[in-house]
Every structure is written in C-alpha cells, then in structure tokens.
C-alpha cells in the first residue's frame, strides 16, 4: 500500500511538472524564424521591412501570453543581433514600421529582464 501511494504521489507530481513545461517561455527556434524575414532590414540592406517580416512578428507578438514569454523573445532577438551584425539605428524603426506596440525601447542594448 506505502508503494502505490508513493507512486500516485510520483505521477501526479510527473503530470504537474509536464503541464509547467509545456507552458515554457516562446522558444529561440520560433523566434528566430518569425524573425528571420527582418534581417535584410535589421543589417540595412533592404529599405523597408517586408510583408513577411511584419507578418511572423506580429504572430510572434500575438503568442505572447506572459511577460517570461516577452523576456524570452527579447532574449532571443539579442543573441540573433549580436551574431548577425543588426544595426539599432533599423532595428528600433521595426516595431512602428510593422504597426506592432512593444511597450519597451527595441535595441540590442535593452536589458530584457526589467521588460515589463
């Protein structure tokens, strides 16, 4: 009897850890490639941001369900630029470009963990 009842006590514990990380933050894989069409524009080889480039952020924008989810994303946007040699100067102008409201200044230099 001591066993099954540790064994319930194991699996519910198991079903509550499952539920917690399918509620994860948005992953870099997904972010990256709603984001992936801004980088013409980002590194200031495009004039304007594209259709495509304004669609998958404003998808990326409308999965945003906490603010992890937000810090996530900014997060990962961060480690891309960095890479990829982004320039502030296109980058801030994305969001207005695209009609999408971030609520915080979009440059690499944002410190995502005070994202409110």
């Known amino acids: ?31 990256d490639a709603k984001a992936a069409a801004c980088f013409g524009f980002a590194t200031g080889k495009a004039p304007t941001p594209t259709s495509a480039c304004c669609s998958g952020l404003q998808q990326l924008s409308q999965s945003v369900k906490t603010v992890d989810d937000k810090k996530a994303i900014c997060r990962c946007l961060k480690a891309g630029a ?25 440059s690499t230099a944002t410190n995502c963990e005070t994202i409110p």
């Open 1 to 31: 009897m001591k066993n099954l009842f540790f064994s319930m006590v194991s699996m519910v514990s198991l079903i509550f850890f499952l539920a917690n990380v399918s509620e994860a933050a948005i992953a870099c894989g997904t972010v």
């Open 82 to 106: 960095r890479s990829l040699g982004v320039q502030d100067r296109f980058l801030s102008k994305i969001p207005s470009a695209c009609g999408i409201k971030v609520g915080f200044p979009v």
